[in-house]
C-alpha cells in the first residue's frame, strides 16, 4: 500500500479483523497491524454468543451491549460465510443452564430471576424437559432453564475467515507489532490489541486469565449432546460447547494473573464438573489444555471510541470475556464511527473518557471522516489514565 492509509489496526483478532473488514468494505484504506494475527484471547475462547448466560448482576449496560450484537450475529455469520465461502461453526440450538445440586440449582435460580427481570428470554425446566433436551445429562442434575437465543460460533474459524473477508475487501494485513501508536501512519489509528492496548494508550486493560480445555468425542463422530452447557456443578462454574465435528470445549476459570501456564487443579476442577454434569465426557480424549489472557476492564466493559487527548485514536477493547459475541457490534459502530465521525449512542456508556480524570475528558467524537476529524489530529502526547 503506498499512499498513507486512512485506518490503521492494531490487532489481528477479531474485534480488530471484523472492524478492518467493515472499513475496508466502505471503500477505505486499511492495514492491519499483528505479527501473529488471532493467536490472543480469541484463540482459547470457546465462542459462546451468550448475552442471556452472561447477563450478571449490575452489569444492565453492558447487558443491552452484549444482546444488541447478538442479534446481529446471524446476519454477521451469513455475511461471512457469503463473502469467503468458510464455515465459522455458527450453531443456534441454544444454552441449556443447569444446576447439579440443590445449592446449585439455587445459586442459578437466582440469576436467572435476575435475568428474567431484565426481560432477557429464560424458560425454566422441569427435569424431565431438561433430559428431553439433552438425554446424556447425568441423572441426579437437580433441574435448569433454556436460553434458545444464547448461540455459539467456532472462533478458531472465525478469525481466519474474518481476515480473508478483509483481505478480499482491500485491508492489508503488516505482520509487525506495534509498539508506541507514535509509531503508526494512519488517519485514524483504531487500537484493538486486547492486553496490549494497556502499553499503547495507558488504558486500564489488565489481564484476566481462564483456562480452558479440549476434548474430543472418540470415533470422529459428534459429542453426544447439542446445547451449549452451563453449568453450576458442587460449587464450580463451567461451561460445555459441542462442536460438528466432535470437539468439546470446556471452559474456564476467570483469575486475576497475568500468567498463561495450565494448572492441574484448574484441570481437575473443570474436568470433574464437566463430567459430573455430562458423564460421557469421562471417554472422550483430552487433546488440548490452554490459557489465555482475557482483556478486563475496572467495570468488566468494553472500551470503545475516541481517546482523550489523543486526536485520531479509537479504542476497542477491553472486551473481556465478550469478545467474540461483541465482534459484529463493535466493527459495525467502529467502523461507522470512522467513517462518519458520529457515535452511535450505544456506544456511549462505553467510551474511554469513563476512567479519565474530569480534566481530560474529550468534548467531541472524532468526525473521522474529513478534515475536522483524526484527520486533522495533533501530534501524540503522553497521556496517563488514573
Ligand atoms: N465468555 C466465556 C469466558 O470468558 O470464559
Redesign the pocket.
Given at each position: 500500500m503506498l499512499s498513507r492509509p486512512d485506518v490503521a489496526v492494531v490487532g489481528a483478532g477479531p474485534v480488530g479483523l471484523g472492524i478492518a473488514w467493515r472499513c475496508a468494505a466502505r471503500g477505505l484504506r486499511v492495514v492491519v497491524h499483528d505479527p501473529a494475527p488471532g493467536s490472543g484471547a480469541s484463540h482459547v475462547?470457546?465462542g459462546?454468543l451468550?448475552p442471556v448466560a452472561?447477563a450478571y448482576f449490575g452489569e444492565h449496560e453492558l447487558t443491552g451491549l452484549l444482546t444488541a450484537s447478538a442479534a446481529r450475529w446471524p446476519a454477521f455469520a451469513a455475511e461471512l460465510t457469503a463473502a469467503t465461502g468458510a464455515d465459522i461453526g455458527y450453531r443456534s440450538e441454544g444454552t441449556l443452564m443447569v444446576g447439579l445440586t440443590a445449592d446449585d440449582l439455587a445459586e442459578a435460580r437466582r440469576l436467572w430471576a435476575y435475568q428474567q427481570g431484565l426481560g432477557l428470554p429464560v424458560t425454566p425446566l422441569r427435569p424431565s424437559a431438561l433430559r428431553d433436551r439433552e438425554p446424556a445429562l447425568a441423572p441426579r442434575v437437580r433441574g435448569g432453564a433454556f436460553a434458545a437465543t444464547d448461540h455459539q460460533v467456532d472462533p478458531r474459524r472465525l478469525v481466519p475467515a474474518l481476515r480473508v473477508a478483509a483481505e478480499r475487501a482491500g485491508a492489508a494485513l503488516v505482520p509487525t507489532a506495534v509498539r508506541r501508536l507514535s509509531d503508526v501512519d494512519a488517519r485514524v489509528t483504531v487500537v484493538a490489541a486486547g492486553c496490549g492496548a494497556a502499553a499503547l494508550t495507558g488504558l486500564p486493560v489488565r489481564p484476566v486469565k481462564?483456562q480452558v480445555l479440549r476434548l474430543r468425542a472418540p470415533g470422529g463422530v459428534a459429542p453426544g449432546f447439542r446445547h451449549v452447557i452451563r453449568g453450576y456443578a458442587d460449587g464450580e462454574h463451567v461451561?460445555l460447547v459441542p462442536r460438528h465435528d466432535g470437539e468439546v470445549v470446556v471452559?474456564?476459570t476467570?483469575e486475576e494473573r497475568a500468567d498463561t501456564d495450565v494448572s492441574a487443579g484448574a484441570v481437575l476442577r473443570l474436568l470433574r464438573a464437566a463430567v459430573d454434569l455430562l458423564p460421557e465426557l469421562a471417554e472422550y480424549d483430552l487433546i488440548e489444555a490452554i490459557a489465555g489472557l482475557?482483556p478486563g476492564t475496572p467495570d468488566n466493559a468494553p472500551i470503545l471510541g475516541p481517546l482523550p487527548d489523543r486526536p485520531g485514536v479509537l479504542a476497542a477493547t477491553g472486551h473481556h470475556?465478550?469478545g467474540i459475541v461483541l465482534t459484529p457490534v463493535t466493527a459495525d459502530l467502529i467502523a461507522d464511527l470512522v467513517v462518519t465521525g458520529a457515535a452511535d449512542p450505544l456506544l456511549a456508556p462505553f467510551t474511554p473518557d469513563r476512567f479519565a480524570p474530569a480534566a481530560t475528558v474529550a468534548t467531541a467524537a472524532p468526525a473521522v471522516d474529513g478534515r475536522t476529524g483524526p484527520g486533522a489530529s495533533a501530534p501524540e502526547e503522553e497521556h496517563t489514565w488514573n
Open positions: 475462547a470457546a459462546m451468550a452472561e481462564g461451561y471452559g474456564a476467570v482475557r470475556r465478550h
